[in-house]
């Protein structure tokens, strides 16, 4: 009888054997990877079958099932008649800079469903405890709805302030739904979010596909940071929920970051965003029309909300930050956390340089993960020998992600200048055609060189072998960090 079972087993575990060394390979080839990343999956599963398809269901999966494409589709569709077709103006700002805005409306139109729209009033906030000051006025003076999405919401002291004020206003009759990353806010509890339940507040997790793959895969999460209020006010940018973000976290110290506060038809387009996440997550459809209200003219800033993520065949902001350093006429200031680029990124920013183009970028410093940081500075030695001017931030977390092209176009929002952001990642950004705007995020650049080493490369050259050894081995993880 033992001996039965033995063999059944032995039997099942070669079919198994077979199945993985079959069908998985099948399966990346049906993927469009790169083919050195293809390649390299194919060679671990033929040699270590088992091992090879655990890695793979948990790192391989880079897409989202086209499933969340229609799902998208149905959205638009719904919301087609709710919208208010405001048409995008063109601005004096497009004649003053060239054609450098009015190229990249037609790329991000192509890219995005959204279009650029005018009449709005954008505010960009770099003082965190302003930050939240603005957050909790939208929040208080709420009249009808209250959408949240978040990649990290810390169960500490301003997580819990901030769910307090949510309660209170569920607790009014205000209709608060509430969406979060099940990774980056893995202390989440059961126990912190109870009262909000209780409260009336619809609490979701995000889920980025159904497939049992993309379920397994750690790669596809969201990194988004998004608030509507009453469909009428916005936020969105580089802060997350916790303490460390008001600098209250003795490790990192003071928080540099940069937040947008949106008015105006564009807001609209931030709530489509959060209405497609909530249905991928719940599979309710955001339609009603009070959430839509109709947009009013505010100010005289062109913007438009882009969402990019692996349900999304053109990389958006990949592609996007490639063509705005192609276009730069003479300036690229960027400002990332974590600074992982792509080939076809370091290539147009030398490239920008090479041909007289300004290009500065500021990274994080010491507060940087190790292997990141590393990674990192791989990228220093051909950027420096181009032309290009390297800061790193020393005061304390640099955590901002925006770029701004010839002081007259801009990009605000949650993607990092890396893979992860370009390519795995939920993110989203506003594009913002307004030379003000432009002009204030290069003059908090200046403001923020007293806090930052700048990398020379005479300096630079002379590093030991020791540290570029460091460098080489954290590059080779440069496509999921």
């Not at 599963?45 to 655990?54: D, E, F, L, R, S």
């Not at 719904?78 to 103006?89: H, N, T």
């Not at 601005?91 to 409306?105: F, K, M, S």
């Given at each position: 009888m033992?001996?039965?079972?033995?063999?059944?087993l032995?039997f099942?575990?070669?079919?198994?054997y077979?199945t993985?060394?079959l069908?998985?390979?099948?399966?990346?080839?049906?993927?469009?990877?790169?083919?050195?990343?293809?390649?390299?999956?194919?060679m671990a599963?033929v040699?270590m079958?088992?091992v090879?398809?655990?890695?793979?269901?948990v790192f391989?999966?880079?897409?989202?099932a086209?499933?969340?494409?229609?799902?998208r589709?149905r959205?638009q569709?719904s919301?087609?008649?709710l919208?208010?077709?405001?048409?995008?103006?063109?601005?004096?700002?497009?004649?003053?800079c060239g054609?450098?805005?009015?190229?990249?409306r037609?790329?991000?139109?192509?890219?995005?469903s959204t279009?650029?729209?005018?009449?709005?009033?954008?505010?960009?906030?770099?003082?965190?405890?302003?930050v939240f000051?603005?957050?909790?006025?939208?929040?208080?003076?709420a009249?009808?709805?209250?959408?949240l999405?978040?990649?990290?919401?810390?169960?500490d002291r301003?997580g819990?302030?901030?769910?307090d004020?949510?309660?209170?206003?569920?607790?009014?009759?205000?209709?608060?739904?509430?969406l979060?990353?099940?990774?980056?806010?893995?202390?989440?509890?059961?126990?912190?979010?109870q009262?909000?339940?209780?409260?009336?507040?619809?609490?979701?997790?995000?889920?980025?596909?159904?497939?049992?793959?993309?379920?397994?895969?750690i790669?596809?999460?969201?990194?988004?940071?998004?608030?509507i209020?009453?469909?009428?006010?916005?936020?969105?940018g580089g802060?997350?929920?916790?303490?460390?973000?008001?600098g209250?976290?003795?490790?990192?110290g003071?928080?540099?970051?940069?937040?947008?506060?949106l008015?105006?038809p564009v807001?609209?387009?931030?709530?489509e965003v959060?209405?497609l996440?909530?249905?991928?997550?719940?599979?309710?459809?955001?339609?009603?029309?009070?959430l839509y209200?109709?947009a009013?003219?505010t100010?005289?800033v062109?913007?438009q909300v882009?969402?990019?993520?692996p349900d999304?065949?053109e990389?958006?902001?990949?592609?996007?930050m490639?063509?705005a350093?192609?276009?730069?006429?003479?300036?690229?200031?960027?400002?990332?956390?974590?600074?992982?680029?792509p080939?076809?990124?370091?290539?147009?920013?030398?490239?920008?340089?090479?041909?007289?183009?300004?290009?500065r970028?500021?990274?994080s410093?010491?507060?940087?993960?190790w292997?990141?940081?590393?990674?990192?500075?791989?990228?220093?030695?051909?950027?420096?020998?181009?032309?290009?001017?390297?800061?790193?931030y020393?005061?304390?977390?640099?955590?901002?992600?925006t770029?701004a092209i010839?002081?007259c176009?801009?990009?605000?929002?949650?993607?990092?200048?890396?893979a992860?952001?370009?390519?795995?990642?939920?993110?989203?950004?506003v594009?913002i055609?307004?030379?003000?705007?432009?002009?204030?995020?290069?003059?908090h650049?200046?403001?923020?060189?007293?806090d930052a080493?700048?990398?020379?490369?005479?300096?630079?050259?002379?590093?030991s072998?020791v540290?570029?050894l460091?460098?080489?081995?954290c590059?080779?993880?440069?496509?999921?960090?």
């Amino acid at each position: 009888m033992m001996e039965s079972w033995e063999s059944l087993l032995g039997f099942a575990s070669l079919l198994g054997y077979a199945t993985t060394l079959l069908l998985l390979p099948v399966v990346l080839l049906t993927k469009k990877e790169q083919p050195v990343s293809t390649v390299a999956w194919v060679m671990a599963i033929v040699t270590m079958p088992i091992v090879g398809a655990i890695l793979f269901a948990v790192f391989g999966v880079n897409r989202v099932a086209r499933r969340r494409l229609r799902s998208r589709q149905r959205i638009q569709e719904s919301l087609g008649s709710l919208l208010p077709p405001i048409a995008g103006s063109p601005t004096a700002e497009d004649a003053e800079c060239g054609p450098v805005p009015a190229a990249l409306r037609r790329i991000a139109r192509r890219l995005d469903s959204t279009r650029a729209m005018w009449g709005n009033v954008v505010d960009v906030l770099h003082d965190a405890d302003r930050v939240f000051a603005e957050i909790e006025g939208a929040i208080q003076g709420a009249k009808s709805s209250i959408h949240l999405e978040y990649y990290i919401w810390q169960p500490d002291r301003t997580g819990t302030r901030l769910r307090d004020l949510l309660i209170a206003r569920a607790q009014e009759g205000i209709k608060v739904r509430f969406l979060y990353d099940t990774l980056g806010s893995m202390w989440l509890t059961r126990r912190f979010l109870q009262p909000m339940r209780d409260a009336g507040i619809h609490v979701a997790t995000f889920v980025p596909g159904r497939s049992l793959f993309e379920r397994w895969s750690i790669n596809l999460r969201s990194h988004r940071k998004i608030i509507i209020v009453d469909g009428a006010v916005g936020f969105t940018g580089g802060m997350n929920v916790g303490d460390e973000y008001l600098g209250r976290d003795p490790y990192f110290g003071y928080w540099r970051d940069t937040h947008l506060r949106l008015r105006g038809p564009v807001v609209l387009q931030l709530q489509e965003v959060f209405a497609l996440d909530w249905m991928s997550a719940t599979r309710e459809q955001l339609v009603q029309p009070e959430l839509y209200p109709a947009a009013v003219q505010t100010g005289g800033v062109t913007a438009q909300v882009l969402s990019g993520g692996p349900d999304d065949e053109e990389n958006v902001f990949h592609t996007l930050m490639f063509a705005a350093i192609n276009e730069a006429r003479r300036s690229v200031t960027l400002m990332t956390s974590y600074f992982v680029p792509p080939p076809a990124i370091v290539t147009a920013l030398e490239t920008a340089a090479l041909r007289g183009v300004r290009v500065r970028i500021m990274v994080s410093g010491p507060k940087t993960y190790w292997v990141t940081r590393h990674a990192c500075r791989s990228y220093y030695d051909s950027l420096l020998q181009a032309g290009a001017e390297i800061y790193e931030y020393r005061r304390g977390q640099q955590h901002a992600k925006t770029l701004a092209i010839d002081d007259c176009w801009s990009l605000v929002g949650t993607p990092n200048c890396d893979a992860r952001s370009l390519f795995l990642n939920f993110e989203v950004a506003v594009a913002i055609y307004d030379a003000t705007i432009a002009e204030q995020l290069s003059a908090h650049f200046e403001l923020d060189l007293p806090d930052a080493l700048k990398i020379e490369l005479p300096t630079w050259s002379k590093r030991s072998t020791v540290e570029r050894l460091k460098e080489n081995l954290c590059r080779m993880f440069s496509p999921v960090l």
